[in-house]
């Protein structure tokens, strides 16, 4: 079987165990990295070759660009002490520190790989934890902080992996030039971000249709990032500046049709991208595995797990520290003091929120074979086996184990459905506004008055009736929903009976999809 065809039967397959993980309500990556290991156990699976840098261009900048519109920009701006210190001073801890494991487990390889080894690593992966969390009412907060520190902390670990590769191809390293560098790629970056957001993302805005508009974005992240590598800036920080501006844009300027479509795509696109890189992972575990006795990979999983350890200590005793500041902060105020409680339950849920995932597998697989001289490059599969193990570990345990501690600490924050209720009232009420203005100055009717008015009212009943807040779906909902499928099922029987052709099969089919689906984004 060719390459590619083994390519697409095995992303089929990881498609499969996507479905099979939204079916038990677990996060996807758990199965996606298992299904890995199950690849690499199948006899005569031909490895596919690929080119490390590719691997960065074709993974990185949707990933990054999908990232930045899922970020709440409000609560990033009021937590981003909190985000920066985990994005940036955490994993600048943890590149350090690992590296210095690293080297210590493997001395006979570079000091360079150990500190890219480290930055692989270091950054968390949001996906896994806000899965579960979301299953919760938990605090706008602490989502927040999880999912801004996802964003930034990939960009800076990449940034550091950046250099940590450069010293490895060419042998050489200085601080003072890496400082220099790395304020040089950053600013760069960020300008680069800028300049390109506000034009592509306006442009897309004032002169593309929907459709066109999507199709467009597909190549947004993809131009911003190899323009930014072209300038000898940091791309990955050019694309998650441009995805923050399209964000804003999107959620001001674009019509529903474009939001709707957008996002449907976008979350499909990156599901297949991680589908892409697990199969890829596992097809490079065979081939690892297969050069190793037993003996040398039980030894290196034994390692593995030790840096896991590591990484979780790091992390916790981070986050506890800088939360025990707050804690006899609040705890010395009177006013304050009830919320010291809080303040624990919260640092333990993103202490142990620490899953690693695609960022750090794609940056493995992005490790050159060959320095500048033509060198191979040692311990480059060593890196990429135990980066593999290290995010099966963090996803197995956290993430097993992360709902377990929510329920335990009683760490559920219960406004979320009362800010919906409300904030729905105050768009009920705007609609009345207008109807009553509509129909004050003539431009309806009394019978389309009523329509009007019951129509929006309805139609918040309904959105009220399929909040996603709630924990289980109102008597009155499965019902309405009994009575769609039941229409459904006479259309598809009247279209059987050729009662109705098939264009007009479809528009009625589209306009029960319509109203059946309040919630367009899938539930991953």
């Not at 001073?89 to 001395?107: A, C, E, N, R, Y």
């Not at 300008?191 to 999507?214: K, T």
């Not at 964000?247 to 599901?271: E, K, M």
Request: aromatic fraction near 12%; hydrophobic fraction near 55%; proline fraction near 3%.
């Amino acid at each position: 079987m060719v390459t590619f065809e083994i390519l697409i039967v095995l992303i089929f397959l990881a498609a499969i165990l996507v479905g099979v993980a939204q079916k038990i309500q677990i996060p996807y990556p758990i199965i996606l990295v298992l299904g890995g290991i199950a690849i690499g156990f199948i006899p005569h699976l031909q490895v596919i070759s690929f080119d490390p840098n590719l691997i960065l261009i074709v993974v990185l900048p949707p990933i990054l660009y999908y990232a930045a519109f899922s970020l709440s920009f409000r609560e990033f701006k009021t937590h981003w002490r909190e985000i920066f210190s985990l994005s940036l001073g955490l994993v600048i801890l943890t590149t350090v520190l690992i590296g210095l494991l690293f080297k210590w487990i493997f001395p006979q390889f570079p000091w360079a790989l150990a500190f890219a080894f480290g930055a692989i690593i270091s950054p968390p992966d949001a996906v896994a934890a806000t899965t579960i969390l979301k299953r919760f009412s938990i605090s706008p907060r602490v989502q927040a902080i999880l999912e801004g520190e996802s964003l930034v902390n990939d960009a800076s670990a990449l940034v550091l992996y950046r250099l940590a590769v450069a010293a490895l191809l060419s042998g050489v390293f200085s601080f003072a030039d890496a400082s220099i560098e790395f304020v040089k790629i950053v600013a760069g970056g960020t300008l680069v971000g800028l300049v390109l957001g506000l034009g592509l993302q306006n442009f897309s805005r004032r002169f593309l249709e929907p459709v066109s508009g999507v199709l467009f974005s597909i190549t947004m992240p993809y131009v911003t990032y190899i323009t930014a590598q072209v300038l000898d800036v940091s791309g990955v920080l050019a694309v998650v500046v441009n995805g923050l501006i399209g964000a804003r844009i999107v959620a001001r300027h674009h019509v529903a049709l474009r939001r709707v479509l957008g996002f449907a795509f976008w979350d499909i696109y990156v599901i297949l991208i991680n589908c892409f890189i697990f199969v890829l992972i596992g097809l490079h575990l065979r081939e690892f595995v297969i050069k190793m006795n037993f003996t040398q990979v039980a030894l290196y999983m034994v390692y593995a797990a030790l840096i896991t350890l590591a990484l979780i200590i790091i992390r916790l005793l981070w986050v506890y520290s800088k939360s025990g500041i707050a804690y006899f902060k609040a705890f010395r105020n009177p006013k304050k003091s009830s919320l010291c409680p809080q303040i624990l339950r919260e640092a333990t849920i993103i202490g142990w929120s620490g899953m690693r995932g695609i960022v750090s597998l794609t940056a493995a697989l992005a490790l050159p074979f060959f320095t500048s001289d033509g060198s191979v490059i040692e311990g480059r599969d060593e890196v990429i086996f135990m980066t593999f193990v290290v995010i099966l570990i963090t996803l197995l345990l956290p993430s097993s184990t992360l709902a377990y501690l929510v329920r335990w600490m009683k760490i559920e924050h219960h406004v979320g459905h009362h800010e919906a209720h409300q904030a729905r009232g105050r768009l009920a009420k705007v609609a009345e506004e207008k109807i009553l203005h509509f129909h004050q100055s003539n431009n309806i009717n009394e019978r389309e008055f009523n329509f009007l008015k019951n129509y929006f009212s309805s139609q918040r009943f309904i959105f009220e009736m399929s909040n996603s807040h709630l924990k289980k779906m109102s008597n009155l909902e499965l019902i309405r929903l009994k009575i769609l499928q039941a229409l459904r099922k006479e259309l598809v029987g009247m279209w059987e009976r050729q009662e109705i052709d098939d264009k007009l099969f479809r528009e009625l089919e589209h306009e029960l999809d319509v109203e059946e689906s309040h919630i367009a984004r899938a539930g991953l």
